[in-house]
T-cell receptor
């Protein structure tokens, strides 16, 4: 049963703590992405990775870090440097990361609340 | 700059037809996507247009005019379960196709 999984669905953390959000895919997709969604706004790209051991900053990378050590996994760390971390975080993957019909498919999301 | 505009909210009646418009400005174009997103859930892919014209897929159709920077999503025979947000997204070709810009979404309410 192929798909993208994110865990946990809900996450609570105290201000000043780093937290890592998990994203795993078994679709054999090359590219993976992290987005942040806030009420009334479009999805904003945090980081993306086209291939293992390579990743690029998106529009709002400050206060976040990622790694891509395995094709299947693209964890996102929200650091204490992120000023407003409470949001809905979505992970996505796509087969080729750049082809004209390269559709992104999303995981179920993690809602992070920083207290 | 790059920008996507779509209405914030729409209301329609069960069984009716609704058209959700999207206008975009991008520096390059490499495809337009429509996604459906129920509250608190992940967006799910609905359609993809890269050439002008209408793409039909069951009750959902999507239209694209590249010269006008315009697309619409047409939902026929509306059902209560169609109540959701509909996201328009455009991939810009100047970034090698790796960056997709998402609109804020149109929240559709289907009433009985």
């Amino acid at each position: 049963d192929g798909g993208i999984t994110q865990s946990p669905k809900y996450l609570f953390r105290k201000e000043g703590q780093n937290v890592t959000l998990s994203c795993e895919q078994n679709l054999n997709h090359d590219a993976m992405y992290w987005y942040r969604q806030d009420p009334g706004q479009g999805l904003r790209l945090i980081y993306y990775s086209q291939i293992v051991n390579d990743f690029q900053k998106g529009d709002i990378a400050e206060g976040y870090s990622v790694s891509r050590e395995k094709k299947e996994s693209f964890p996102l760390t929200v650091t204490s440097a992120q000023k407003n971390p409470t949001a809905f975080y979505l992970c996505a993957s796509s087969p080729r990361g750049g082809g004209s019909t390269d559709t992104q498919y999303f995981g179920p999301g993690t809602r992070l609340t920083v207290l | 700059g790059q920008n996507i505009d779509q209405p914030t909210e729409m209301t329609a009646t069960e069984g009716a037809i609704v058209q959700i418009n999207c206008t975009y400005q991008t520096s390059g174009f490499n495809g337009l996507f429509w996604y459906q997103q129920h509250a608190g859930e992940a967006p799910t892919f609905l359609s993809y247009n890269v050439l002008d014209g209408l793409e039909e897929k069951g009750r959902f159709s999507s239209f694209l005019s590249r010269s006008k920077g315009y697309s619409y999503l047409l939902l026929k025979e509306l059902q209560m379960k169609d109540s959701a947000s509909y996201l328009c997204a455009v991939r810009g070709s100047n970034t090698g196709g790796f960056k997709t810009i998402f609109g804020a979404g149109t929240r559709l309410f289907v009433k009985a």
